[in-house]
């Protein structure tokens, strides 16, 4: 018999393709960097080149999860075999995003967690043996790290810790206002069972990201992953994930991100799972998402046991 061309074999490797479906889309499959893959997020670089990084390792929560970054040169046909630039083994390091700096300076944030020590399985059989009690990822011990690369992500400087209050979490990339102010999105992971407490802030720093200053958004527990869209000069609309797994909330400022008005219920649906919003040339605002909901009551929770595709 002939040899059978594997074709998923053939781009497994980071090469470009274009799908059978759709000739003018370019796609390709970044190699794994773990048995688990999550939360990416891209980069485009001045000199044309992407990056992307995301978290990789056994589960979420592990203490074998890591940051992985990969590149895409501008004149080349396949991305980079990834690389981890996380260096905490006794943490779960997870929701990294980029960010490049006026002055050429490439941030990578990302969380680190404290680790229950054992795999999920091993800790939710002490669970029901009654020998331990709580979830398995240990979120609200988070803290938000910082390495900063000066060669468009090549290499990577110490690790340091802009934001160290526990249950720190980040998933948006900082945005330059049009002021210059930098506007970190945030939110608070804390003990609540199904994260049901957690609540979102911004930080905004006035001197580039040297000091910051928080700023928080009222009455939006539940609501995080905040995407922050500035629509004219001052006026800012944020999008929120929904631990309800019910809707994209919406929330205003009109004060460069200094106030915020309660984040409200929109006909988007959501199914608990991160969004991201982009203002366009246009004035329009590009907004992607999974559009599916699994609750109708915006006050429960439905985080972690289920999420709907």
Known sequence: MAPILDLKAQVLDGRLFRPPDD?????????????ENHAAN????????????????SREGASDVQIAVTRLPHDADRWSAPTVVSEDTTRSEQNPLLFSAPSGEVWLL?????????????WEQRVR????????????????????????????????TPFGAPGSFCRQPIRILSNGDWLLPMYYSLPAAGHADDHSVVQISTDQGR???????????????MSVVEVAPGRLV??????????IYTSRS??????????VGTALPNNNASI????????????????????????????PRRRYP
Do not use: K
Request: glycine share 10%; proline share 5%; aromatic share 10%.
């Open 23 to 35: 000739a003018a889309r370019v796609e390709a499959f970044i190699p794994a960097a773990g048995q």
């Open 42 to 57: 891209l980069l485009a670089l001045p000199s044309g080149d992407l990056l992307c990084c995301w978290f990789a390792g």
């Open 110 to 122: 990302y969380t680190a967690q404290e680790t229950r020590g054992v795999s999920r399985e091993e």
């Open 129 to 160: 043996a009654g020998q331990a009690e709580g979830g398995y990822t240990m979120q609200w011990t988070a803290e938000i790290r910082r390495r900063i690369s000066r060669d468009e992500g090549r290499t990577w400087g110490p690790v340091e």
């Open 211 to 225: 000091t910051w200053t928080e700023y928080p958004v009222p009455e939006s527990r539940g609501r995080v992953h």
């Open 238 to 247: 944020a999008f929120f994930r929904s631990r309800a797994a019910d809707r």
């Open 254 to 263: 009109e004060d460069l991100g200094r106030t915020w008005t309660a984040p």
């Open 276 to 303: 991201q919003a982009l203002r366009l040339q246009s004035g329009r605002i590009a907004l992607i998402h999974n559009h599916h909901g699994a609750s109708d009551d915006p006050a429960s929770t439905v985080w």
